[in-house]
């Protein structure tokens, strides 16, 4: 069973507007929550890393949350553009170097 | 710096053949590793090494062989190919205290075996 999930699988949203997207993770031990923005036919690319005592994190126009009682994190995407389009996959490490990832969100943002 | 890079970035295999993904990196890095995407399913990890010389088994080793000889190159060898294996392979680097570290992906490896 994987131990990220991610909601939603995809979505569609118009250019400008926000959206958030959701991580619910099993884990365990935790040691941190990362984002990753993968670009179609490409590697992975960090977007954010927060630690248990971090509730919140920005890279521009993103923001990640994390609520390590709930296991809970979101990635907001605020005035979404459509360079925005990519998948958005959450990550958690534990034990040293494993990590975890989750299936990934795809985001598509229209004009 | 290129950053992690990896060749080829397209393969047709058929099954039984073996092949050998390369991967290197130009940023010192100590911790370097494997994994495959297939649709619907998060990266997992094959194989990983933290340092030249050492060399750790992921989620999904069976089928694949790894060697660290240098700290820039982690070649990813397909001993005898299969179906199965038909996936997205990315190489990622990071510094050994990967707590705070960021991982960074190679453009990756598309494998079909037919």
Redesign the interface.
Known sequence: K?Q?EQSPQSLIILEGKNCTLQCNYTVSPF??L?WYKQDT??????LT?M?FSENTKSNGRYTATLDADTKQSSLHITASQLSDSASY?CVV?FN?????????TTVTVRA | NAG?TQTPKFQVLKTGQSMTLQCAQDMNHE?M?W?RQDP??????IH?S?GAGITDQGEVPNGYNVSRSTTEDFPLRLLSAAPSQTSVY?C?SSYLV???E???????TRLLVL
């Open positions: 994987n990220v040691s941190n990362r036919g490409r590697g992975p690319v960090s890393i630690t996959i490490s040293d170097y494993k990590l975890s990832f989750g299936a990934g | 992690v911790y590793s994994y619907g399913m998060g990266l997992r990890l990983y933290v990315f990622a990967a707590d705070q960021t991982q960074y992906f190679g453009p990756g």
